[in-house]
């Protein structure tokens, strides 16, 4: 069965950095692309970081140039690296992955807390 299981998230200062890993298992990972989505308390889940099977990476506004995505085909993990931190980056941060039949599978998700 598919399992994503992100790990990495933590308690940091403004401006810091932390590194969040999914691994995931159960599909051919190399073969899908991969995202990060985050979901604050009282507010929607957002989409912030994509990867494609080929490894281009798309973000939205927010977090372009503070966030990159990787992956790493051999460990079946995706990477969120996330720089600069802001208090308004504080959310539990899930990875997603579409099935062929787009069906959404989800983590369990790993806490940020950017806060002085």
């Known amino acids: 069965q598919v399992q994503l299981v992100e790990s990495g998230g933590g308690l940091v200062q403004p401006g810091g950095s932390l590194r969040l890993s999914c691994a995931a298992s159960?599909?051919?990972?190399?073969?899908?692309?991969m995202s990060w989505y985050r979901q604050a308390p009282g507010k929607e889940r957002e989409l912030v970081a994509t990867?494609?099977?080929?490894?281009?990476?798309n973000y939205p506004d927010s977090v372009k140039g503070r966030f990159r995505i990787s992956r790493d085909n051999v460990k079946n993990t995706v990477y969120l690296q996330m720089n600069s931190l802001k208090p308004e980056d504080t959310a539990v941060y899930y990875c997603?992955?579409?099935?062929?039949?787009?069906?959404?599978?989800w983590g369990q998700g790993t806490q940020v807390t950017v806060s002085s």
């Open positions: 990867v494609t099977s080929a490894g281009s990476t």
């Open positions: 997603k992955w579409r099935s062929p039949r787009a069906v959404d599978y």
């Open positions: 159960g599909f051919t990972f190399s073969m899908y692309g």
